[in-house]
């Protein structure tokens, strides 16, 4: 039997008249790597957002590890803090690098954090700019202090929309390894929104298409990738849809 995680079931997430998402079913087992691929707009943020709490859906309701999620039940504060996210364009305090790792852990009340920042910004490979001031960092550097502010708080699940946009080869190398030795060393769920489909076929334990809103297909990365059931799947691996 899988280990479910989440367990969503008809979401419907709407602004205004605007529907932006639109899903029947979904579970996330934990432990895995789920990647999320799909064209600009097909509503991948958006569920990042609802699986972080950071949004209610409109309708239908988000299981997460024992409790219940919907527009008429906030997820108790305990389990939202089991969850983080590292954004593409990451906001770094105009403070030193250090102190921006540490930042999460001072929210959460821990004061025996000095440990656990080394150990964190030794992990991102920045234990040398620990002191220099974070806004001073190239792209590839400030994306991996974000990466070392949420690997510090141990989170049960790691959600991360495009950590590698528009970084260079090497950077994208050093994050892709960050994030495989965090699922296999400490089993932490992680789930992938990436517009890199060799991205998601090389870390993803399952592959999930979005379009319009809803879910296509979801499936075992190397079933994804080499036999989709749905034409549009395959379209959109062969590069015939528009990322």
Request: zero cysteines; proline letters at 5%.
């Amino acid at each position: 039997m899988n280990d479910e995680l989440y367990r969503l079931k008809n979401i419907t997430k709407a602004y205004g008249e605007r529907h932006v998402l639109q899903i029947d079913a979904l579970t996330i087992e934990r432990g895995e790597i789920l990647a999320l691929v799909g064209p600009s707009g097909a509503g991948k943020s958006t569920l990042l957002r609802l699986l972080n709490f950071l949004e209610v859906p409109t309708h239908g309701r988000i299981r997460f590890q024992n409790a219940e999620f919907s527009a008429s039940q906030p997820m108790p504060l305990s389990l939202r803090r089991r969850v983080t996210t590292v954004f593409q364009r990451p906001f770094l305090l105009n403070r030193s690098v250090s102190a921006n790792v540490r930042y999460g852990l001072r929210l959460r009340g821990r004061r025996d954090h000095t440990h656990a920042v080394e150990q964190a910004l030794e992990q991102v490979g920045l234990a040398n700019l620990a002191r220099q001031p974070a806004r001073t960092l190239s792209g590839g550097e400030a994306q991996r202090v974000a990466l070392a502010r949420a690997l510090v708080i141990r989170p049960d699940v790691l959600l991360l929309d495009e950590p590698t946009a528009n970084l260079d080869p090497q950077n994208i190398a050093l994050i892709e390894k960050i994030v495989a030795d965090l699922n296999q060393q400490q089993g932490t769920t992680l789930v992938l929104v990436t517009h890199n489909i060799f991205q998601a076929r090389r870390l993803a334990k399952r592959a999930a298409l979005m379009m319009d809103g809803r879910i296509v297909e979801t499936a075992v990365t190397e079933t994804f990738f080499q036999n989709p059931r749905d034409p549009r799947t395959a379209a959109f691996i062969r590069g015939d849809i528009v990322y």
